[in-house]
C-alpha cells in the first residue's frame, strides 16, 4: 500500500516538476546556448547552430556534390591541382561559406569558366544550396571536417589578447602570419594587449573594488545618521533620497561630462569612482538605513548612558550589527558596477572595461561573433562567481531595498 | 522616535551625512537643475529654445524643445512603446515571478531552481545582448538557420521571422528578453512573501476543503498583497526608464524606439531636446515615487 501512494503522489504532483523544470530549461537555454557556441571554431559558430554540436555530423556530407562538381579536376582527394590543392588548409579558409565560393567559382580560372561545362543551379539560393555541403567536404577534405564539432578554448584565448585576425591567435601565431607579428608579440605579454579583455578586466577590477568600498563607508555614516541622529529637516532629507533613486542616470552625463572637462578629469578612475559613488548612494543609504533603524534602541540607548559617543556607537554597535546589510550592499553594488556600460563607455574612454571592451571588439561586417561569445562570457565569469557564492546576501540585498526588513 | 539622550551635537549628524550629500548633490541634484535649465536652451546650449522656432511652424516660445518631446513622431512612438512595455512587462514579470514562486515553493529542488530564474540579473545588458543574438539571428543567404527560434521555425517548415526588424513582433522580442532579465527579480521577492505567510492558515483552511485557486485568490494573494505593490512600483520605475536592452539589440531602429534611449541618442547633437526628455521621464516618474514616500511615512509611523 505504501508504494503505491508514493507513486500516486509522485503521480499526481507530475505536472507540477514538468511545469518547473520546463520554465527551468527555457530561462536557462539562452545562456546554455552562448556557453557552448563559446567554445566552438569560428566556422562552426557561424555555419551550424550550436545545438548541432551534441548531433553525430555524418562524414561524407557533401561527397555526392564534390563529385559531381569538382572530382574531374582536383580529383577524388583535391590533391591533382597542385596550384590549387583543395586538401590544404589555408585554400579551403579562404572559402569559409557556400557565398565566397560562389563568388570564386564565378571567375574564370585561365580564360575558362571555372565549372567548364558543369553549371550551377541558376538562381541564387539553389546554387547556395548545392554549394553549402561542398564546402563541408572541403572542410573534411582539408582535415578541418571532423573539426568543425571540436571544442576548445580559442575563442577565450583570441578575446583575452584581443585579436581580431582571419584565424584564430594561436594558429596565427604558430604559422608566423604577417600582419598578426606586426601587433602582437605570440607570448605571454599579449595578455596586457589594451585592445583585450585581459587589460579590461583589470580596468574593471581597478573601477568596481574602490567604488564598492567607498559605496559602502559613506552609505553606511550617512544612513547611521539618518537612523539615529537627530537634526532638523531628518525626514524631509530621507524623503528626498527616495526621490533621487528615480533619478535617471543618462540625464547626469551631459552635465558632469561638461565638469570633468573644466576640472581636467576626463577619463579618470577618480572620476568614475565618483560617479558611480554618487549615483549609488540614494539606494545604499536607504537600504543600510533600513537595516540600521530596524535595530534596537535600548541597545543604542544603553551603549549612551554608558557614556559612548557617536563614534563609538557608530563603530561599536551600528557597523558591526549591520554587516548582514552592508554585505548584501557590497555585492549588489559591486556586480551593478561590473555590469555597467553607459558611464564606463562615457567617463573612462580610454581605459576600456569588460563591457566597453565587448563592443570594441565587435566587427562592423558581422565576422567574429566567435570572439565575442568568449568575450561576453570572460565578462560573466566574476559576477556569477561572486553571484554565487554570495546567492543568499545578494538576494537579501534585493529584499532589504524593497520590502522593508 | 530617535531616544533623547542621543541627541548630543548639533553638529555631528552633518559630519556623518557631509560625504554623501556632498556627491549626491554635485552628481545627482546639480545635473537635475542643470538639465531642467538645458532643456529652455537650444541644441549647443548657447541661446534660447525660442529661437529655434521656424516662421509659420508651431512654436511654444522657450519651452520649443517641449513640443518636440511631446509632439515629434519619434518620441511619440517612444511614448507608445514605453507604454506598451508598461502595461506588458510589469504584468508579464510579476505574473511570471509570481507563478514560479508558486510552482517553485512546492519542490524540494526550489532553490536550485531559483537559482536558474534568477541567473540573469547578474548578467550585464551587453551580455544578454550576445546570449539573444544567437536566439533571434535569421540567415536570409539560404544557409542553415543558427538562431534557435529560426531554427525551430524553419525545422517545422515555416519561414524564419526577422525578430528584431519586423515592427509587428520585434517589441515583444525586446520585452520577452526584459521578462528573461527581471522575472527572477520580481520571483525573488515575491517568494520571500510567500514564505512569510502562515503556512497553518494555509494549511487549515485546505483542511476545510478549499481548492489551490481559493487558497490563493482568498488567502495567500491579500497577505502578500502590499509586497505585490512594492515590486508593482520598483517595476514601473524601472520600466519607464528602460533602456539598455533596447540600446542593446535595436538601438532604438525599427520602431522599437524608447524614451531613455532618445533621450541617450540626442545628448550629442542636441542638448536641448535630449534634456527636455529628461525632464519629461522625470514627470512621469514622480507619481510613482510620491506613492513611494507615502508609504515610506507610513512605515515609519509604524516603526
Known amino acids: 500500500m505504501k508504494p503505491m501512494a508514493r507513486f500516486n503522489r509522485f503521480f499526481s504532483r507530475l505536472p507540477l516538476h514538468i511545469a518547473v523544470i520546463l520554465m527551468c530549461v527555457l530561462w536557462i537555454i539562452p545562456t546554455l546556448g552562448l556557453f557552448v557556441t563559446s567554445f566552438r571554431s569560428r566556422q562552426a559558430v557561424s555555419s551550424m547552430g550550436w545545438w548541432e554540436t551534441f548531433l553525430p555530423q555524418p562524414q561524407a556530407v557533401g561527397k555526392p556534390e564534390y563529385t559531381q562538381y569538382c572530382t574531374a579536376c582536383h580529383g577524388p582527394t583535391g590533391k591533382s591541382l597542385p596550384a590549387a590543392d583543395l586538401s590544404s588548409q589555408s585554400m579551403v579558409n579562404q572559402y569559409p561559406s557556400a557565398a565566397s565560393l560562389l563568388l570564386m567559382l564565378r571567375k574564370p580560372v585561365n580564360g575558362a569558366p571555372h565549372l567548364l561545362n558543369k553549371a550551377l543551379p541558376t538562381t541564387p539560393t539553389a546554387a547556395l544550396n548545392a554549394l553549402t555541403p561542398i564546402v563541408t567536404y572541403l ?214 572595461v569588460l563591457t566597453v571592451q565587448i563592443t570594441n571588439l565587435i566587427d562592423p561586417r558581422g565576422q567574429n561573433w566567435h570572439i565575442l561569445t568568449g568575450a561576453a562570457f570572460l565578462s560573466f565569469l566574476i559576477p556569477m562567481i561572486v553571484f554565487f557564492a554570495f546567492q543568499r546576501s545578494f538576494v537579501h540585498g534585493l529584499l532589504a531595498g524593497s520590502v522593508k526588513g | ?128 545582448g550576445i546570449i539573444w543574438r544567437f536566439v533571434y539571428d535569421i540567415e536570409s543567404g539560404g544557409g542553415p ?59 487549515a483552511s485546505r483542511v476545510d476543503g478549499a481548492n489551490e485557486w481559493q487558497v490563493f485568490w482568498e488567502i495567500l494573494f491579500p497577505s502578500i498583497q502590499t509586497t505585490i505593490v512594492v515590486v508593482t512600483t520598483t517595476m514601473a520605475i524601472i520600466i519607464l526608464k528602460i533602456f539598455d536592452v533596447v540600446f542593446v539589440m535595436t538601438d532604438g531602429n525599427f520602431g522599437t524606439e524608447v524614451i531613455a534611449n532618445r533621450m541617450f541618442t540626442l545628448i550629442v547633437t542636441n542638448a536641448g531636446q535630449s534634456t527636455a526628455i529628461a525632464v519629461i521621464l522625470i514627470i512621469l516618474t514622480i507619481p510613482i515615487m510620491i506613492f513611494n514616500i507615502n508609504r515610506f511615512r507610513k512605515e515609519e509611523a509604524a516603526r
Open chain 1, 139 to 352: 572542410q573534411t577534405l582539408s582535415g578541418q571536417g571532423q573539426n568543425t564539432n571540436r571544442l576548445s578554448l580559442s575563442n577565450y584565448v583570441d578575446a583575452i589578447v584581443g585579436y581580431k585576425g582571419t584565424q584564430d591567435y594561436l594558429s596565427d601565431c604558430k604559422n608566423n602570419v604577417a600582419s598578426t607579428k606586426a601587433v602582437f608579440n605570440c607570448n605571454i605579454s599579449d595578455v596586457a594587449n589594451p585592445a583585450g579583455m585581459g587589460d579590461a578586466l583589470i580596468n574593471t577590477l581597478i573601477v568596481a573594488i574602490p567604488t564598492t568600498l567607498l559605496v559602502i563607508v559613506i552609505a553606511a555614516l550617512a544612513a547611521y545618521a539618518f537612523a539615529w541622529l537627530d537634526f532638523k529637516g531628518r525626514q524631509w532629507l530621507f524623503a528626498l533620497l527616495i526621490g533621487l533613486q528615480i533619478v535617471p542616470l543618462q540625464m547626469s552625463l551631459v552635465p558632469i561630462a561638461q565638469l570633468y572637462v573644466k576640472l581636467n578629469m576626463q577619463s579618470t578612475f577618480l572620476g568614475i569612482w565618483l560617479f558611480h559613488t554618487g549615483f549609488g548612494l540614494p539606494y545604499a543609504i536607504y537600504l543600510i538605513r533600513n537595516f540600521v533603524g530596524s535595530l534596537p534602541r535600548e541597545m543604542f540607548e544603553s551603549a549612551y548612558l554608558d557614556g559612548a559617543n557617536h563614534w563609538a556607537a557608530f563603530r561599536r554597535l551600528a557597523l558591526p550589527l549591520s554587516m548582514p546589510a552592508i554585505a548584501s550592499l557590497g555585492i549588489f553594488q559591486f556586480i551593478w558596477v561590473w555590469n555597467d556600460f553607459l558611464v564606463a563607455k562615457i567617463f573612462l574612454s580610454s581605459h576600456p
Open chain 2, 1 to 128: 522616535m530617535v531616544p533623547r539622550i542621543m541627541k548630543q551635537g548639533r553638529l555631528a549628524p552633518w559630519i556623518y551625512l557631509l560625504p554623501a550629500l556632498l556627491l549626491m548633490t554635485i552628481f545627482i541634484v546639480y545635473p537635475t537643475i542643470g538639465t531642467l535649465r538645458l532643456s529652455l536652451l537650444d541644441a549647443h546650449s548657447t541661446a534660447s529654445a525660442a529661437t529655434t522656432c521656424t516662421l509659420g511652424q508651431p512654436c511654444w516660445g522657450v519651452f520649443e524643445n517641449y513640443r518636440y518631446a511631446l509632439t515629434n513622431p519619434d518620441m511619440l512612438l517612444a511614448l507608445r512603446n514605453n507604454a506598451l512595455w508598461l502595461l506588458l512587462m510589469v504584468p508579464g514579470t510579476i505574473a511570471g515571478g509570481l507563478f514560479f514562486a508558486l510552482l517553485a515553493d512546492r519542490v524540494r529542488y526550489e532553490s536550485a531552481a531559483k537559482a536558474i530564474i534568477f541567473l540573469p540579473t547578474a548578467i550585464s545588458f551587453i551580455g544578454a
Open chain 2, 145 to 203: 538557420q543558427i538562431g534557435l527560434l529560426n531554427a525551430i521555425i524553419v525545422g517545422l517548415g515555416g519561414q524564419a521571422v526577422t525578430w528584431l526588424s519586423d515592427p509587428a513582433i520585434n517589441n515583444f522580442s525586446l520585452m520577452l528578453v526584459g521578462v528573461w532579465l527581471w522575472a527572477g527579480f520580481c520571483m525573488t521577492i515575491l517568494s520571500a512573501a510567500i514564505k512569510g505567510v502562515n503556512a497553518e492558515i494555509l494549511e
